[in-house]
């Protein structure tokens, strides 16, 4: 087989790994479900048994055969449900791809974190409009003080998921360090060329405590007019936080980094439930052991500490941060907004159709070969090219008569006596990085 092996990996199907972030829910979703179901909404009840039916050949799969060996596996059909970390994964390296193909500028970007206490988390979660206006409050801000002479790039996301997967809405932004005047990206010229012309200024130095003050005032005046607070309530936060509420900066060098830019744009939009979050899973006893970072020590190492919890807490805490399809999570300002690029791409004479993110997804195949480095269509017996005999659905499922292709796919197509001498994926694999 070509390409290179995965030091330090051994590849499982879907079915025989400890998967314990999808195993909890599918063996406790029902229980759970059968006690809470005034609480659960109608929306999290979906997206949580779409995502129970993830990589199970019972809903569907892709026949792949040898023409010349006849050698034969199958595809099980996955989720696509941001809930989901296999599915949503694959949705973050496409959207980083286009990010930083498409979107970002050659510059540097400031990192900026908006956080708000912790017993104010309670507003937020539940309440979509407040949501937005959340993110639309931070996009505010930040044009305020940084586009004073010309726009600047903004890309806000919004989180609702601390490190306990607790409830702990704050809002990430990647900021350009530049604003630049109108007219300027149209010239076709060179950052340096415009630095000098005085059309691509720097960000104004603005303290770090007015925008701290501003951020307080301005949500806890949004909780006051919608009548979450009152003003006695205010004050006593005001008195709390004279501070302010804290908002990181943190500069990031992204003009010639292009690894940087993607993994602040994979931060941006990651999962609120990671699987290397999970440590530990005990169906009888029903416990699940958690890893979560909870600060850095002088050497700047991050501190882990472990929580175990039963299961019925774990899904409470996980489809809390499932939120309903009509939030916007990304907003796009400034020089990255839809319209201005869009302006910008027709003055120029570029085709709009050709930038859009359809063009950066990512088959299954060119997947695999860029995580495992192999090609998962090439047979392993003869080395010929396979291909995708049929598509089996769920109702086509029901009315098979023959059942060995099916059952063949569930003893493994990889062996134990196979597995020895090959480690790499043969197919239907979620995203796994190499130990």
């Known amino acids: 087989m070509t390409g290179k092996r995965v030091k330090g990996f051994r590849y499982e199907p879907k079915y025989t790994q400890n998967r314990y972030y999808l195993n909890i829910f599918r063996n406790h979703w029902k229980d759970y479900y059968s006690r809470h179901s005034g609480e659960i909404k109608e929306y999290q009840k979906k997206v949580v048994e779409r995502f129970i039916k993830c990589g199970d050949p019972k809903e569907g799969y892709a026949l792949v055969e040898c023409p010349n060996c006849g050698e034969s596996y199958f595809i099980p059909f996955s989720c696509k449900s941001r809930t989901c970390s296999s599915c949503e994964e694959k949705r973050i390296i496409e959207w980083s791809d286009w990010l930083c193909e498409e979107v970002l500028l050659p510059v540097n970007h400031r990192h900026i974190t908006w956080t ?74 060179t950052l340096e060329e415009g630095v000098e012309e005085g059309k691509v200024l720097p960000l104004p130095s603005v303290p770090f405590r007015q925008i701290n003050h501003l951020w307080r005032n301005k949500i806890l005046a949004l909780l006051c007019n919608t009548g979450n607070l009152d003003k006695n309530y205010e004050a006593e936060l005001k008195k709390k936080y004279p501070k302010g509420f804290i908002v990181y900066h943190t500069a990031k060098s992204t003009s010639n980094n292009p690894e940087e830019a993607k993994r602040i744009a994979s931060y941006l939009l990651r999962p609120p439930v990671q699987k290397s979050k999970i440590i530990r899973y005990d169906q009888k006893q029903k416990k699940v052991t958690i890893r979560y970072k909870c600060g850095v020590d002088g050497c700047f190492k991050n501190i882990y500490k472990h929580e175990s919890m039963d299961t019925d807490e774990f899904i409470r805490r996980t489809i809390q941060h499932i939120l309903s399809y009509h939030i916007q999570k990304i907003r796009y300002i400034g020089l990255y907004s ?35 480095q192999i090609d998962p269509m090439e047979c392993m017996q003869c080395g010929k090219q396979m291909k995708i005999k049929k598509i089996i659905t769920r109702q086509t499922i029901g009315r098979l008569k023959e059942f060995t292709q099916y059952k063949y796919y569930i003893s493994g197509r990889w062996r134990k006596e196979k597995r020895k001498e090959f480690t790499s994926p043969p197919g239907g694999i979620e995203r796994r990085r190499a130990a």
């Open 116 to 189: 708000i206490p912790s017993e104010l988390n309670k507003y937020f979660i539940d309440n979509i409009w407040l949501l937005k206006q959340f993110m639309k409050t931070a996009d505010d801000i930040a044009k305020y003080y940084y586009c004073t002479k010309g726009k600047a790039g903004i890309i806000t996301a919004l989180h609702t998921a601390g490190s306990r997967i607790t409830v702990n809405v704050h809002a990430h932004m990647l900021l350009t360090e530049c604003q630049i005047k109108n007219g300027f990206l149209e010239e076709g010229k």
């Open 338 to 372: 839809q319209k201005f690029r869009g302006m910008q791409n027709k003055r120029m004479g570029i085709e709009t159709k050709k930038n859009t993110r359809n063009n950066y997804r990512v088959k299954w195949r060119k997947l695999i070969k860029r995580i495992f």
